[in-house]
């Protein structure tokens, strides 16, 4: 007995189509709803200088007595193609919260229908693509970062087009298929360095299962076409300014590779520091959001699935999709130190791909276990859309991104600047606003308001270990200059006295 085949046609279609709606619904909702955070503002600063002054600086964030020499003209900490992508954008619709985040959410659409025509050809089977296309529009690591103005979920869209674009053209036309997706996965990494770091050893897997008896030695050009234009366009931007580069570049990527030197370290704080606090095992984390613990114990078992039994193990699309899982796991264990949630983006579709491919394989070797196996997907699509709904629910950008923006609108001049993290640029405009978390140590500046959000409070905890002068310095500005004005969970706005 075999599972169920899904509809045909126009029935299909319409399936594919509710998955992509239902993405959409969530990820809009998301972005209507979330606090802003700093990040997004960092991205969308050289952005705006671009479209604005035509040189890709920060003037958002405050580079005195920092590494980030230059970067009032400069943004080397950064990638530069998102800012180069954002900026025509934000001269079509407008320099927004929303259009940044509506930015992120079209990146994500593309690379939701990147990654069903990649299981598609992988698997053949309609079933898998759908369920598992289905699965990816709901997650909620897919969705924060679709509803977030960084440039990770562009890179993934890059990356995912790279694996799309080669599948869909080797047949045919193999040197377009090398340059093509080579091409996009070299824009995977200008847009962001894990993209890249990602998107490069995939594409390679995939030319070596389907095309290595196929590779000839003229096959290189289209291969290395795309990193010499790349590299010479990045070049020519790093060459006009290579002392603040190298600063800026150096220091923020310092650090990144010590998992090399102790694996199992970096092994513990995968999970500690990644997937746990990605799936609600925080202190903070919303309480429908810690059921979610339950969605990665689900996707373990579905990619132990794929290794059992031995005719599922020797399935080439099993095995295609394992060695994608391998390459992710390996470059966020071993070659991303920082252990930042966001990066979980790229091994999201693949877990999906994972339990679409366990349940409609098992269940069709095994009719008994579909109730099972049903049942955990129904888990699946319950916990995310439920962390999802909730999150829309809370509304916390009205309720306390807008009050704040309220009380400085308010109370500020024309032309006055506040210190404060960058997100509040979105609400005041990035030219009234300064980041700086040193509130003034090195630049002198004392404006007549400060906001100090959640941001400012742990980077002060770092200050009391690391450099407690900067720390006295702010709890004596704070407690004899200031006074606070106003306040909720987030956000404290002070007013110089």
Same mark, same amino acid.
């Given at each position: 007995?075999?599972?169920?085949?899904?509809?045909?046609?126009?029935?299909?279609?319409?399936?594919?189509?509710?998955?992509?709606?239902?993405?959409?619904?969530?990820?809009?909702?998301?972005?209507?709803?979330?606090?802003?955070?700093?990040?997004?503002?960092?991205?969308?600063?050289?952005?705006?200088?671009?479209?604005?002054?035509?040189?890709?600086?920060?003037?958002?964030?405050?580079?005195? #007595?920092?590494?980030?020499?230059?970067?009032?003209?400069?943004?080397?900490?950064?990638?530069?193609?998102?800012?180069?992508?954002?900026?025509?954008?934000?001269?079509?619709?407008?320099?927004?919260?929303?259009?940044?985040?509506?930015?992120?959410?079209?990146?994500?659409?593309?690379?939701?229908?990147?990654?069903?025509?990649?299981?598609?050809?992988?698997?053949?089977?309609?079933?898998?693509?759908?369920?598992?296309?289905?699965?990816?529009?709901?997650?909620?690591?897919?969705?924060?970062?679709?509803?977030?103005?960084?440039?990770?979920?562009?890179?993934?869209?890059?990356?995912?087009?790279?694996?799309?674009?080669?599948?869909?053209?080797?047949?045919?036309?193999?040197?377009?298929?090398?340059?093509?997706?080579?091409?996009?996965?070299?824009?995977?990494?200008?847009?962001?360095?894990?993209?890249?770091?990602?998107?490069?050893?995939?594409?390679?897997?995939?030319?070596?299962?389907?095309?290595?008896?196929?590779?000839?030695?003229?096959?290189?050009?289209?291969?290395?076409?795309?990193?010499?234009?790349?590299?010479?366009?990045?070049?020519?931007?790093?060459?006009?300014?290579?002392?603040?580069?190298?600063?800026?570049?150096?220091?923020?990527?310092?650090?990144?590779?010590?998992?090399?030197?102790?694996?199992?370290?970096?092994?513990?704080?995968?999970?500690?520091?990644?997937?746990?606090?990605?799936?609600?095992?925080?202190?903070?984390?919303?309480?429908?959001?810690?059921?979610?613990?339950?969605?990665?114990?689900?996707?373990?078992?579905?990619?132990? #699935?794929?290794?059992?039994?031995?005719?599922?193990?020797?399935?080439?699309?099993?095995?295609?999709?394992?060695?994608?899982?391998?390459?992710?796991?390996?470059?966020?264990?071993?070659?991303? #130190?920082?252990?930042?949630?966001?990066?979980?983006?790229?091994?999201?579709?693949?877990?999906?791909?994972?339990?679409?491919?366990?349940?409609?394989?098992?269940?069709?070797?095994?009719?008994?276990?579909?109730?099972?196996?049903?049942?955990?997907?129904?888990?699946?699509?319950?916990?995310?859309?439920?962390?999802?709904?909730?999150?829309?629910?809370?509304?916390?950008?009205?309720?306390?991104?807008?009050?704040?923006?309220?009380?400085?609108?308010?109370?500020?001049?024309? #032309?006055?600047?506040?210190?404060?993290?960058?997100?509040?640029?979105?609400?005041?405009?990035?030219?009234?606003?300064?980041?700086?978390?040193?509130?003034?140590?090195?630049?002198?500046?004392?404006?007549?308001?400060?906001?100090?959000?959640?941001?400012?409070?742990?980077?002060?905890?770092?200050?009391?270990?690391?450099?407690?002068?900067?720390?006295?310095?702010?709890?004596?500005?704070?407690?004899?200059?200031?006074?606070?004005?106003?306040?909720?969970?987030?956000?404290?706005?002070?007013?110089?006295?």
């Amino acid at each position: 007995m075999s599972a169920p085949e899904p509809p045909r046609g126009r029935g299909y279609v319409a399936l594919c189509l509710a998955a992509l709606v239902l993405y959409a619904a969530l990820s809009i909702g998301l972005s209507l709803n979330r606090v802003p955070i700093c990040d997004e503002g960092w991205y969308a600063s050289p952005a705006l200088s671009l479209l604005t002054s035509g040189s890709m600086g920060s003037p958002v964030i405050e580079g005195a #007595g920092t590494y980030l020499k230059g970067i009032e003209r400069y943004t080397y900490w950064e990638m530069p193609l998102h800012a180069v992508v954002a900026a025509p954008w934000y001269r079509l619709f407008g320099p927004s919260l929303i259009s940044t985040r509506m930015l992120s959410v079209i990146a994500g659409l593309a690379a939701l229908l990147c990654w069903f025509s990649i299981l598609r050809r992988v698997t053949g089977d309609r079933s898998i693509a759908l369920i598992a296309l289905l699965l990816t529009a709901i997650d909620s690591n897919v969705l924060i970062l679709a509803s977030t103005g960084r440039s990770d979920m562009l890179s993934a869209a890059f990356g995912a087009a790279a694996l799309a674009a080669y599948l869909a053209l080797r047949e045919d036309h193999l040197h377009w298929a090398l340059f093509t997706g080579h091409a996009c996965a070299v824009a995977s990494g200008l847009t962001h360095p894990q993209g890249g770091l990602i998107a490069v050893p995939s594409l390679i897997l995939l030319q070596f299962y389907y095309d290595r008896h196929r590779f000839r030695w003229p096959q290189v050009i289209p291969i290395a076409l795309p990193y010499l234009i790349g590299g010479a366009a990045w070049s020519a931007y790093i060459l006009q300014n290579p002392e603040a580069f190298w600063a800026q570049f150096s220091r923020n990527s310092a650090g990144r590779l010590w998992p090399l030197k102790s694996p199992l370290l970096a092994l513990r704080r995968e999970i500690t520091d990644r997937i746990l606090p990605a799936y609600g095992m925080l202190p903070a984390a919303h309480r429908v959001g810690r059921l979610r613990i339950v969605v990665p114990i689900v996707y373990v078992a579905a990619v132990l #699935g794929l290794g059992w039994p031995r005719a599922v193990r020797r399935m080439p699309a099993a095995r295609i999709i394992g060695g994608l899982i391998a390459i992710v796991v390996l470059v966020l264990v071993f070659l991303e #130190g920082a252990k930042q949630p966001w990066y979980l983006i790229h091994l999201s579709w693949l877990l999906a791909a994972a339990a679409a491919a366990s349940y409609t394989w098992h269940t069709q070797r095994r009719p008994a276990w579909r109730p099972v196996c049903l049942g955990a997907l129904a888990v699946l699509v319950l916990l995310q859309t439920g962390y999802a709904a909730a999150l829309i629910a809370e509304g916390r950008y009205a309720g306390v991104y807008r009050p704040v923006i309220a009380v400085l609108q308010r109370n500020m001049r024309p #032309g006055e600047l506040v210190i404060g993290s960058a997100e509040l640029g979105f609400g005041l405009g990035f030219d009234r606003v300064l980041d700086d978390r040193r509130l003034g140590y090195y630049s002198h500046r004392m404006p007549r308001f400060i906001v100090v959000g959640e941001d400012y409070r742990q980077s002060l905890q770092q200050f009391r270990r690391e450099q407690p002068e900067i720390a006295q310095y702010i709890t004596g500005v704070l407690a004899s200059l200031y006074r606070p004005v106003f306040e909720n969970d987030t956000y404290t706005v002070y007013a110089r006295q």
